[in-house]
Nanobody, 124 residues
């Protein structure tokens, strides 16, 4: 079993920045994908970003392109989501996802493992 733990959420003013971290532990698999989703109250879960083990293939939702950057440190089994120029509409619970089926060109990712989520709140 794989455990996925996020951290780094919080309250920030519009225009500010946050960096989320996600660490996978337990029985991890080689070359696994890591990514982020978010879910705001009353809304569907949105696929935000994901990256392959090598970082060669990466996806960003249109809503975050140019503002968010995903990266990973494979030695630490950790992925990061650097979020800049945050907007009130970025307010959501951000969930880390690990492994599963990912297609950057098709814009989809079906994770195998999920974290519990970390709250990001952006005030106007």
């Amino acid at each position: 079993q794989v455990q996925v733990v996020e951290s780094g959420g919080g309250l920030v003013q519009a225009g500010g920045s946050l960096r989320l971290s996600c660490t996978a532990s337990g029985r991890t698999f080689p070359n696994y994908v890591m990514g982020w989703f978010r879910q705001a109250p009353g809304q569907e879960r949105e696929f935000v970003s994901a990256t392959t083990w090598s970082g060669e293939s990466t996806y960003y939702a249109d809503s975050v392109k140019g503002r968010f950057t995903i990266s990973r440190d494979n030695a630490k089994n950790t992925a990061y989501l650097q979020m800049n120029n945050l907007k009130p509409e970025d307010t959501a619970v951000y969930l880390c996802a690990v492994d599963g089926e990912f297609n950057s060109g098709g814009g989809y990712y079906y994770p195998t493992f999920w974290g519990q989520g970390t709250q990001v709140t952006v005030s106007s």
